[in-house]
Nanobody, 126 residues
């Protein structure tokens, strides 16, 4: 069974950066559309960024455009989220997600993704 394991979260001051990683087990990572979501207590899980199977197509939430970059290394079965210029509003649990169906699309809704990691906490202090 494929598993997604996030790492790289932590506490950072406003203006700082973090690089989140999500490693996938299994040999079919290159077939998956990957994404990062985030969620705070009492709020809906929201898309942060998504990336197509080949990496040629990406999508970002408006709130993170120009500050976050999603990328993937299919040889390492890993997807990354480079975050910069962090602010307290970026504080959340960040989840890695995978859509395992073969498609060229990059979905924006949590229900479109069928595999999830356990999440990693990102806390930005002011």
């Amino acid at each position: 069974q494929v598993q997604l394991v996030e790492s790289g979260g932590g506490l950072v001051q406003a203006g700082g950066s973090l690089r989140l990683s999500c490693a996938a087990s299994g040999r079919t990572f290159s077939n998956y559309v990957m994404a990062w979501f985030r969620q705070n207590p009492g709020k809906e899980r929201e898309l942060v960024a998504g990336i197509s199977r080949t990496g040629k197509t990406t999508r970002y939430a408006e709130a993170v455009k120009g500050r976050f970059t999603i990328s993937r290394d299919n040889a390492k079965s890993t997807v990354y989220l480079q975050t910069t210029s962090l602010n307290p509003e970026d504080t959340a649990v960040y989840y890695c997600a995978a859509h395992t169906g073969v498609t060229a699309l990059v979905g924006g809704e949590p229900t479109w993704y069928d595999l999830w990691g356990q999440g990693t906490q990102v806390t930005v202090s002011s």
